[in-house]
């Protein structure tokens, strides 16, 4: 708890995944998606139909979004193991799959931010938060099983944070940098 509420601080986003219980993290939390802090994005895994893949907790008012994260494909060791492939790569599900999926979004978005303002993302990690949750498209199986009621939509984040960062020119040491809006 304390990790990330310093994280919060020094202005850093923390994505957690949920369990996979298929359990209510409003009455039964699971940490650290369900810490009540506002740097954290909790995510739930969605199925290939926009469904809440089965196993995937839920929380109205705990679990921010949800995310692919059914039948996903992954590095994993070269081996003959329990957890390896002769390839290195396996399917594999849950909303531990589906979390890198935001994880790379808010990457996408912070970097397509700092390009927009000519410099640092960094201090505006809650405006980048913002967007991505008001951007999310909505999902009726995820309505009352997320905050939200969304799952991610990574070309309508990428236009919230254009929207956002080109509105208004950003100053930059001595001199001013101006934006022009593209039409």
């Given amino acids: 708890y304390d990790v990330i509420k310093e994280a919060h601080r020094a202005g850093i986003l923390v994505v957690a995944s949920t369990n996979n219980k298929n359990s209510d993290d409003d009455v039964k939390p699971y940490y650290p998606a369900d810490y009540d802090l506002p ?17 995937s907790n839920f929380g109205k ?64 990690h809650l405006s980048v938060r913002t967007a991505l949750l008001s ?23 990428i236009q919230s944070i254009k929207n956002l960062t080109s509105s208004k020119a950003q100053k930059r040491g001595v001199g001013e940098l101006i934006f022009i809006r593209r039409q």
């Fill in 135 to 157: 951007s999310v498209e909505p999902l009726s199986d995820l309505l009352d099983k997320t905050v939200t009621g969304g799952k991610l939509n990574l070309e309508k984040f």
């Fill in 39 to 55: 740097n954290i994005i909790s995510v739930l895994a969605i199925n290939k139909d926009n469904l809440k893949k089965s196993d």
């Fill in 61 to 124: 008012n705990s679990i921010d979004l949800g995310a692919p994260g059914d039948e996903i494909i992954s590095t994993v060791p070269r081996g003959d193991c329990l957890y390896c492939s002769p390839t290195g790569y396996a399917f594999s599900g849950g909303a531990s799959m589906a979390a890198p999926h935001v994880a790379g979004a808010l990457a996408l978005g912070l970097a397509t931010m700092s390009s927009y303002r000519g410099g640092s993302a960094q201090g505006k």
